[in-house]
DNA sequence: ATGTCC
């Protein structure tokens, strides 16, 4: 399949919406919500949206998200379901190699003014306390096998039963802290042993742990809700599932690009292998997928517990959290689709689930404004707080972060590490990097406008602005 | 994203 110039030929077909026709082999056509402006430089990441369409028992359409850009097989802010009783497939390629990729945010009993003067010495604590930087390194030592088997089962379920957080975390957590479906024998040895010295550390790149300060409330009912105010100190948490679940992803693409054929399945793209959901392969993966999601969010709760403990004995600062949600999974979901209620695996890679006022699955306090969809930015800029919105297209998805628009080498030949320095003391950001180098690869430059990206997502209906956040403080790998 | 190539 060859599809030539897609962005020329993208039909603007509402405000911040735009459809690549169905064609060829494509089962359904592509919705892309963005603005020209963002679709910059975005022809190789239009041509994924265009393969994801060819895959069997994808339902409604391809979608991409503001922040699109080019991933393994599917482009990362890419969207898409299958019809699982349809013969539909899942892709490990469609949620990626950082299986629960996500953000937790906790809001601080203190405003900005209340913590200044304890700021550094709680950064200096992070610095020393938080373990991250590629390799092995995590909070939870000693960790036996038998503790990580218990953990990929249990997720935040378990950290927090083993004393690693309150029980009140679990209510403010996607599905509870714990998907059920976890199927540990699934998951290699290899995986484990990348797994087992790691839980409860940051990673590197643009994973990240940030003291922030709200700077502006869009919506304040919703903000009341969620429990933060202008002013108010918050930490949020940007990290995944480490070693574990990139070995994960590796194990099953592998396996599921091996088992194709005998579905009689082909793709555009060997990234894209696939097994229907039906297959053995295909509830193989899911089920170590499950097992890798649960380590992302025990990961963050470790890294949460630190965090509260340091606020606490530095400045006397309770930690509550708001809300912790990934956008890096595939979950088997009941959508309305033509009319009727079906069953879809719905990819979401790079996007964040955004369920709508008065879903179910929703905790009491939060049920009446939406689930809180949280938005890394990057260092120096801002993050932000959006909400659900009724009727929300691409399965109640909306965008996940900033998005990369320089690669790692040109951001490192187009930055001056000291420009950067002083840039972020003029503003006030106390950093504390593990490299320099590294900090330097995510300078802001480096990345697309998340103010952009944000304001793309409320305008195509995806989602609401709720609040945004500055950084005061950023600790990285 | 990632023991940045088993």
Not at 17 to 25: A, K, L, P, T
Not at 246 to 257: E, F, L
Not at 307 to 313: E, K, L, N, Y
């Amino acid at each position: 399949m060859k599809l030539v110039e897609l962005v020329d030929e993208l039909v603007e077909e509402g405000p911040y919406r735009f459809r690549i026709e169905q064609r060829d082999e494509m089962r359904v056509p592509g919705v892309v919500f963005a603005s020209r402006g963002l679709l910059r430089d975005a022809e190789q990441s239009l041509q994924q949206v265009a393969n994801v369409a060819t895959l069997p028992g994808i339902v409604v359409a391809s979608y991409a998200m503001p922040d699109i850009h080019w991933g393994y097989g599917f482009p990362i802010g890419g969207v898409a379901a299958t019809d699982v009783d349809e013969g539909g497939v899942v892709s490990p390629g469609g949620v990626g190699f950082d299986i629960s990729c996500g953000v937790r945010l906790l809001a601080a009993d203190c405003d900005r003014e209340e913590l200044r003067s304890a700021l550094p010495a709680i950064m200096d604590a992070l610095d020393r306390a938080i373990p991250r930087g590629a390799g092995p390194g995590g909070l939870w030592r000693p960790f036996t096998r038998r503790q990580l088997e218990r953990l990929l089962e249990g997720g935040s379920r378990y950290a927090v039963a083993e004393g690693h957080g309150e029980e009140r975390d679990l209510t403010r957590c996607e599905d509870g802290g714990a998907v059920a479906d976890a199927d540990i024998t699934q998951v290699s040895e290899r995986a484990r042993e990348r797994g087992l010295g790691q839980v409860g550390s940051l990673g590197s790149a643009n994973h990240f742990l940030e003291i922030q300060e709200v700077a502006e409330v869009y919506d304040e009912p919703a903000a009341n809700a969620f429990g933060i105010a202008r002013g108010q100190v918050c930490v949020m948490i940007h990290c995944g599932s480490r070693g574990l679940g990139h070995q994960i992803c590796t194990d099953h693409v592998r396996a599921m690009d091996q088992a194709m054929a005998r579905y009689g399945i082909t793709v555009p793209d060997r990234q894209l292998a696939c097994t229907p959901v039906h297959s053995p392969e295909g509830q193989a993966y899911l089920g170590a997928m499950a097992a890798a999601a649960n380590y992302g969010r025990a990961n963050r709760q470790l890294l949460s517990d630190m965090t509260r403990r340091i606020f606490r004995r530095t400045a006397d600062v309770r930690l509550s959290l708001v809300y912790d949600v990934s956008h890096n999974l595939a979950k088997i979901e009941t959508h309305e689709v033509n009319g009727t209620h079906r069953r879809l695996c719905v990819h979401r890679k790079g996007a964040t689930r955004a369920f709508p006022p008065g879903h179910p699955e929703l905790p009491q306090p939060l049920r009446k404004f939406g689930q809180p969809v949280l938005i890394p930015g990057t260092m120096g800029t801002a993050s932000y707080v959006l909400t659900g919105v009724p009727g929300g297209d691409a399965f109640h998805s909306t965008c996940h972060g900033a998005g990369r628009t320089l690669s790692r080498h040109r951001a490192l030949r187009t930055i001056a590490t000291e420009d950067l320095r002083a840039r972020l003391k003029r503003d006030g950001i106390a950093v504390r990097p593990l490299s320099w180098r590294g900090l330097t690869e995510e300078a802001p430059e480096a990345y697309k406008d998340v103010s952009a990206v944000v304001a793309a997502s409320e305008g195509a209906g995806l989602c609401r602005t709720v609040a945004r956040l500055v950084p005061l403080g950023v600790v990285k790998g």
